[in-house]
């Protein structure tokens, strides 16, 4: 169930009740979502939580208890916060903006809208929060997600941060990301019967200190699950463990089953996985898996993996669901464009002493290029503006020495798709397979080096020469008009 109306920050309420009450609340502005700088000192992120944010913005309405609370507000003085005039116009709020968004499961650079807002100033703004909270935990996790199957090397990997995720809401969130990011599986049951994905799981190490005798404990566990049979070897002693995991498979296959898989969960997990994979085999049980967890990340399995560990499955919780290693994502929504009293549209620029806060002023889209079956760059430009030619140069604006110019002759998307025009949805996500399907084709699609750990590629994502330029003389108009004052 998406939240509702006010699953937003209080100012945005008290700034919509100042539209309204200035009379600009129907002024038509372009707002974008988009982040300064890729997570995890990475090449690049993978888009996700835009089928949530739909959801939000689908049921996007006012309920009478909603405005009931609104009401029961006050200001500093003991009065009313909210008119009851504009509660009575908040009744009546029907959702009217167009929205643009770029599919789930896109990769995607600092500086691109992610969402692309058209309309009445009122309602872009009210939207602005939940936008925020629906993609940017997600596209962290995402990609967090990302990097750990690609660390992994196409071993599966599965999603059991439940017990450490933040809150229910966060728990089901980071399971659908990190299945887009490509994690095979969940222990998350409920996100798997809310999504569809696959769930997994083995047994705790209380299990084991129930019975006291691990070779006890493992048969009891084989004798009331025969056929989803993955035992938890490192209660007392990891390679003992094994050997009597071996045993029980023995008796499994006696009776027509087999032992799927062990569990490693602490200790020198390269060492251990190789010695376990030693005993297996010598046993005869080949096709017996070895599944790890313990604290994973990225770095962690590359790390198993160059020491020679022999892990068929890595389970991944904390440090996957949390996004460890990047607090949030650091996506912004900023207004770009205002409609004039004419008609007009004027743009609109934000100086910062901070480069990497500037925005970019226009109602922007970004058109990718692939050339020879690897994508060769994005375009960011103003639909503003005239057509872009078929040949076009980009700019970095953080570092304006970074040029590239792109085509003439190369395949061409532009990202961000329409997802509602005037309020109405007019675009149907994907199932969540398909979304998942498209970040792995999306991710082919790249050079290797911005999926490196350290020191990733930079991808050339800038923005085309003409917006640059505009971007530039504004800029220096509000420096100059700054000093003035």
Same mark, same amino acid.
């Given at each position: 169930? #998406?939240?509702?109306a006010?699953?937003?920050?209080?100012?945005?309420?008290t700034m919509?009740?100042?539209y309204?009450?200035?009379?600009?609340?129907?002024?038509?502005? @372009?707002?974008?979502?988009?982040?300064?700088?890729?997570?995890?000192?990475?090449?690049?992120?993978?888009?996700?939580?835009?089928?949530?944010?739909?959801?939000?913005?689908?049921?996007?309405?006012?309920?009478?208890?909603?405005?009931?609370?609104?009401?029961?507000?006050?200001?500093?003085?003991?009065?009313?916060?909210?008119?009851?005039?504009?509660?009575?116009?908040?009744q009546?709020?029907?959702?009217?903006?167009?929205?643009?968004?770029?599919?789930? %499961?896109?990769?995607?650079?600092?500086?691109?809208?992610?969402?692309?807002?058209?309309?009445?100033?009122?309602?872009?703004?009210?939207?602005?929060?939940?936008?925020?909270?629906?993609?940017?935990?997600?596209?962290?996790?995402?990609?967090?997600?990302?990097?750990?199957?690609?660390?992994?090397?196409?071993?599966?990997?599965?999603?059991?941060?439940?017990?450490?995720?933040?809150?229910?809401?966060?728990?089901?969130?980071?399971s659908?990301?990190?299945?887009?990011?490509?994690?095979?599986?969940?222990?998350?049951?409920?996100?798997?019967?809310?999504?569809?994905?696959?769930?997994?799981?083995?047994?705790?190490?209380?299990?084991?200190?129930?019975?006291?005798?691990?070779a006890?404990?493992?048969?009891?566990?084989?004798?009331?699950?025969?056929n989803?049979?993955?035992?938890? @070897?490192?209660?007392?002693?990891?390679?003992?463990?094994?050997?009597r995991?071996?045993?029980?498979?023995?008796?499994?296959?006696?009776?027509?089953?087999?032992?799927?898989?062990?569990?490693?969960?602490?200790?020198?997990?390269?060492?251990?996985?190789?010695?376990?994979?030693?005993?297996?085999?010598?046993?005869?049980?080949?096709?017996?898996?070895?599944?790890? $967890?313990?604290?994973?990340d990225?770095e962690?399995?590359?790390?198993?993996?160059?020491?020679?560990?022999?892990?068929?499955?890595?389970?991944?919780?904390? /440090?996957?669901?949390?996004?460890?290693?990047?607090?949030?994502?650091?996506?912004?929504?900023?207004?770009?464009?205002?409609?004039?009293a004419?008609?007009?549209?004027?743009?609109?620029?934000?100086?910062?002493?901070?480069?990497?806060k500037?925005?970019?002023? %226009?109602?922007?889209?970004?058109?990718?290029?692939?050339?020879?079956?690897?994508?060769?760059?994005?375009?960011?430009?103003?639909?503003?503006?005239?057509?872009?030619?078929? $040949?076009?140069?980009?700019?970095?604006?953080a570092?304006?020495?970074?040029?590239?110019r792109?085509?003439?002759?190369?395949?061409?998307?532009?990202?961000?798709?329409?997802?509602?025009?005037?309020?109405?949805?007019?675009?149907s996500?994907?199932?969540?397979?398909?979304?998942?399907?498209?970040?792995?084709?999306?991710?082919?699609?790249?050079?290797?080096?911005?999926? /490196?750990?350290?020191? #990733?590629?930079?991808? #050339?994502a800038?923005?085309? $020469?003409?917006?640059?330029?505009?971007?530039?003389?504004?800029?220096?108009?509000?420096?100059?008009?700054?000093?003035?004052?």
């Amino acid at each position: 169930m #998406p939240p509702g109306a006010l699953f937003t920050d209080l100012y945005q309420l008290t700034m919509a009740q100042g539209y309204w009450r200035t009379g600009v609340a129907d002024r038509e502005t @372009v707002f974008h979502l988009w982040y300064r700088r890729n997570p995890f000192a990475g090449g690049y992120a993978l888009a996700a939580g835009m089928e949530p944010a739909i959801e939000y913005l689908r049921a996007l309405r006012f309920l009478p208890a909603d405005l009931t609370f609104l009401a029961s507000l006050t200001g500093a003085d003991g009065g009313a916060r909210f008119d009851p005039a504009f509660l009575r116009y908040l009744q009546e709020f029907e959702f009217r903006c167009d929205v643009d968004m770029v599919p789930e %499961g896109t990769v995607v650079f600092p500086q691109e809208p992610l969402v692309r807002v058209c309309g009445p100033v009122l309602q872009a703004q009210l939207i602005e929060t939940a936008l925020l909270n629906q993609i940017n935990f997600s596209t962290l996790v995402a990609t967090k997600a990302a990097r750990i199957c690609h660390a992994a090397g196409g071993a599966p990997v599965l999603e059991f941060g439940l017990r450490r995720a933040q809150g229910a809401d966060g728990g089901l969130s980071a399971s659908r990301a990190a299945y887009i990011g490509g994690c095979a599986g969940t222990s998350n049951v409920l996100a798997g019967q809310r999504y569809g994905i696959p769930v997994r799981g083995t047994h705790a190490h209380s299990w084991v200190r129930l019975f006291g005798d691990e070779a006890e404990a493992f048969a009891r566990y084989a004798a009331a699950l025969p056929n989803n049979v993955v035992l938890l @070897v490192d209660t007392f002693d990891s390679l003992r463990g094994v050997r009597r995991a071996i045993a029980v498979g023995r008796s499994l296959r006696e009776h027509g089953h087999r032992l799927l898989g062990i569990r490693l969960d602490s200790g020198d997990l390269a060492h251990l996985s190789r010695e376990a994979r030693r005993l297996l085999d010598d046993a005869g049980f080949q096709d017996t898996r070895i599944l790890a $967890s313990n604290d994973l990340d990225e770095e962690t399995i590359a790390d198993i993996r160059q020491q020679g560990g022999r892990v068929d499955t890595w389970a991944v919780g904390t /440090r996957l669901v949390t996004g460890h290693g990047e607090g949030a994502l650091g996506g912004v929504y900023k207004l770009s464009a205002v409609r004039g009293a004419g008609g007009e549209w004027e743009h609109r620029v934000k100086l910062s002493e901070q480069t990497a806060k500037v925005t970019t002023p %226009g109602c922007l889209q970004v058109r990718r290029f692939r050339q020879h079956g690897e994508y060769a760059g994005d375009a960011i430009y103003d639909t503003l503006g005239p057509p872009l030619p078929q $040949s076009v140069l980009i700019v970095d604006p953080a570092d304006p020495i970074r040029q590239k110019r792109l085509g003439p002759g190369a395949d061409t998307e532009d990202l961000l798709v329409p997802v509602f025009r005037n309020g109405a949805q007019v675009y149907s996500p994907p199932p969540l397979g398909q979304v998942r399907d498209r970040a792995r084709t999306q991710l082919a699609g790249f050079h290797e080096g911005i999926k /490196r750990f350290h020191n #990733p590629h930079r991808y #050339p994502a800038g923005l085309e $020469s003409g917006l640059y330029q505009r971007r530039a003389a504004m800029l220096a108009e509000e420096r100059t008009a700054a000093r003035a004052e």
